[in-house]
């Protein structure tokens, strides 16, 4: 299977067709971040992970960043038939867990 593109997330989230996980809006709470913050961070973002393999759709995890420039990541889905795009999670990255927010900590 092909790569993810962020273009297909960004037209989805700009036609407004989008669809966000019970747990995605739960942990967007828990971490105060607003569906405006998150959409930002994706179209002014980039994909630093693809799972080309996930079910039902690929999936990818975006770094981007918040109108403060905090970090956020979140992971996508999108389903190429019908146009959607799924937040599947988001959540301000553990400084701890990430080398310059890309690359995950050995």
Request: aromatic share 12%; net charge negative; hydrophobic share 35%.
């Amino acid at each position: 299977m092909n790569p993810l593109g962020i273009d297909d997330i960004i037209n989805a989230i700009q036609n407004r067709c989008v669809r966000i996980t019970n747990h995605a809006d739960e942990e967007a709470e828990n971490d105060d971040l607003t569906f405006e913050e998150i959409y930002y961070s994706v179209l002014h973002g980039e994909i630093i992970e693809n799972y080309p393999e996930d079910e039902p759709y690929p999936s990818c995890l975006i770094l981007g960043r918040t109108f403060a420039s905090v970090p956020v990541h979140s992971v996508w889905a999108y389903n190429n038939v019908s146009k959607w795009a799924v937040m599947i999670t988001v959540y301000r990255p553990d400084p701890n867990m990430w080398v310059d927010w890309r690359e995950r900590k050995r």
